[in-house]
C-alpha cells in the first residue's frame, strides 16, 4: 500500500484540529453496538452519538479518518521515511569521515608533489642523441649528464707571444698578457680535472 504521506498527514492533522484539542469523555453519549455475521465470522459495530456541530460532526470525521487502513499507511510511510533518513545518515556520517581523511592525506599529498618534483622520472632522455630506457630517475639522467660534460676535452691552444702579435695585430704587452691568461686559464682547468687539448 502505498499513500502519499504528506496529504494522508494533512487530512489527519486538519480532521484533528476540527474535532477539537479539548479533553475528550467517555462516559456521556449514546454508543450502540450491532452484531453482525459474515461469512461464519461475527463482525460488531460499534456506533457512537458523536456531537454534532451545526450540521457537520468534526469529531466523528476524525474518528473515520483515524481509520486502521489510514493509520497503517501513516505507519507504513513513516516507517519508509525513517529507513531512508537512516541511509541518508550513513550516508552523511561516510561523507564526513572522507572529508576528515582528505584533511588527514592533504598533508601527505603536498609533501609527496614537493618530492616528486625533486625526484621525477624520466620516459625519455634525448640529450645524447638517444633514448634512454624508460623509468631512469632524474637524478640518474642527470649524473649521466653531468658524466658527459666532464668527460669532454676543451681545446684551448697554447700560443707564443709572436702568434698572438701577428694574429690579432696588438702590441707585444697585449700579447704576452693573453699567453699568460691563456696559461692560467689552462692550468686552472687541468686543477678542477677538465681535459685540455690543444689544436
Known amino acids: 500500500m502505498t499513500t502519499d504521506i504528506t496529504e494522508l498527514a494533512q487530512s ?7 474535532a ?6 467517555n462516559n456521556h453519549g449514546e454508543v450502540n453496538t450491532a452484531d453482525y455475521e459474515v461469512d461464519g465470522g461475527v463482525y460488531i459495530d460499534h456506533i457512537c452519538n458523536c ?3 451545526g450540521t457537520e460532526s468534526p469529531r466523528a470525521e476524525f474518528i473515520a479518518l483515524a481509520n486502521p487502513d489510514n493509520i497503517l499507511a501513516l505507519v507504513e510511510a513513516l516507517e519508509k521515511a525513517q529507513a531512508k533518513n537512516a541511509l541518508v545518515a550513513g550516508g ?3 561523507a564526513t569521515k572522507l572529508h576528515e581523511r582528505i584533511a588527514e592525506l592533504e598533508s601527505f599529498r603536498t609533501a609527496y608533489m614537493e618530492w616528486s618534483d625533486k625526484t621525477d622520472w624520466v620516459n625519455t632522455d634525448r640529450r645524447f642523441g638517444v633514448v634512454k630506457p624508460l623509468g631512469k630517475h632524474r637524478a640518474d639522467v642527470l649524473k649521466t649528464y653531468i658524466d658527459h660534460l666532464e668527460s669532454r676535452a676543451v681545446k684551448l691552444p697554447k700560443r707564443t707571444v709572436g ?3 701577428h694574429m690579432s695585430g696588438f702590441s707585444r704587452d697585449y700579447a704576452e698578457g693573453w699567453c699568460s691568461g691563456n696559461d692560467n686559464a689552462i692550468h686552472e682547468m687541468r ?3 677538465i681535459k685540455v687539448e690543444g689544436e
Not at 12 to 18: D, G, I
Not at 20 to 25: C, H, K, N, R, Y
Open 191 to 193: 686543477a678542477a680535472g
Open 20 to 25: 477539537g484539542i479539548e479533553q475528550w469523555v
Open 51 to 53: 456531537e454534532i456541530v
Open 92 to 94: 552523511i556520517e561516510a
Open 12 to 18: 489527519l492533522k486538519t480532521a484533528a484540529e476540527k
Open 163 to 165: 702568434e698572438v702579435m
